[in-house]
């Protein structure tokens, strides 16, 4: 038989994975007695940071960045239909053609 994909199926446990994931490695940090500050933050100097309007101090600080997904320069990425990884995967349907560079 040919082999068939459920776009919306797929899109929904991708997210669920997402999800999943950080819940784990937050639970893995907090157990660690890590405390977890989200936001947009502002290194002050080597034992101090804001976060949102926030000051904190402390011995080590560890800034998880994260990462976003770009559409390099390259002839062509200006065009309708170009899309980064993370928008192809929330696309509501599977498109018909794809072509992926990187």
């Known amino acids: 038989a040919e082999p068939t994909l459920n776009w919306s199926r797929l899109v929904a446990a991708k997210d669920a994975e997402v999800t999943r994931l ?3 490695h937050a639970k893995t940090l907090t157990d660690a007695g ?36 770009v559409i390099p320069a390259v002839p062509g990425s200006q065009l309708p239909g170009v899309v980064t990884s993370d928008e192809a995967l929330a696309l509501p349907a599977r498109p018909d053609r794809l072509v992926i560079i990187g």
């Open 22 to 24: 950080s819940a784990v």
């Open 34 to 69: 890590v405390v977890l500050l989200q936001g947009y933050a502002r290194v002050v100097d080597p034992h101090h940071v804001e976060v949102g309007g926030r000051r904190v101090s402390a011995r080590y600080i560890c800034i998880a960045t994260g990462s976003r997904a």
